[in-house]
């Protein structure tokens, strides 16, 4: 694939052949007819000897100076210049300086919280159908008498309850966040204010780091010659 569109345009005065490639200043199109004897193909030369067609505008890359490092790509979707950001430039100008402030996005890391929550409980309740009675069907589950299953919702509540050991910092349980464990077995969410150090919406808008690692996977030594 050459990278280049054409196509057929009327501008009001008659059809004309636009040729189109991919931005860039590397990306600009050369034409050049290499049989002599089609003398109608040579009219459609352009290069550097021969500019057959009109050029309406010249490949050029975006340039911009990022913290003082002027830094150019092929095209104004900028994806690579800072680690996880991508923006489009939509106009030439050199005295224009743009800061960019790059904060967490808390909206998005509670909403995970909150779907893992609502994940689990859900998951207690369909298994508590097969390992128990279903009061919808009037029957007891296929796997009430499956000792894996039980062992398995054990273990489970067991790990969840657990205190992450080597890289929580500020919290290492879900109840320290907030998440705590109801007497059915299921999760809630206590978001009540008068409970300060247990309160999720606390937890998430004064130590949202903090609640970050305690769902992250980490890596620590408790040597003090190996270091990670």
């Known amino acids: 694939k050459l990278g280049i569109t054409a196509s057929i345009v009327n501008d009001g005065v008659g059809y004309k052949l636009m040729l189109n490639a991919e931005t860039g200043a590397n990306n600009e199109i050369e034409i050049t007819a290499e049989d002599p004897d089609a003398l109608g193909l040579a009219a459609f030369n352009f290069n550097a000897a021969n500019k057959g067609l009109v050029q309406q505008q010249e490949g050029r890359d975006a340039k911009i100076a990022v913290n003082g490092l002027e830094v150019s790509r092929e095209t104004n979707h900028i994806t690579d210049v800072i680690d996880g950001l991508e923006f489009d430039i939509f106009s030439a100008n050199s005295s224009e300086t743009v800061a960019i402030s790059i904060t967490a996005d808390k909206g998005a890391g509670e909403q995970a919280i909150r779907q893992f929550v609502e994940a689990y409980n859900t998951l207690i309740a369909d298994v508590a159908k097969l390992t128990g009675f279903d009061a919808e069907l009037d029957d007891f589950g296929s796997l009430k008498s499956d000792p894996l299953a039980k062992n398995l919702m054990q273990v489970l509540r067991t790990t969840l309850a657990s205190p ?65």
């Open 164 to 228: 992450i050991t080597g890289g929580a910092d500020l919290f290492s349980t879900l109840g320290s966040i907030g998440i705590r464990t109801k007497t059915d077995g299921t999760l809630e969410i206590n978001e009540n204010p008068d409970e300060p150090n247990t309160n999720f919406r606390a937890a998430i808008d004064k130590n949202y780091e903090a609640v970050k690692n305690l769902f992250i996977p980490q890596a620590v030594s408790n040597n003090s010659s190996v270091e990670i």
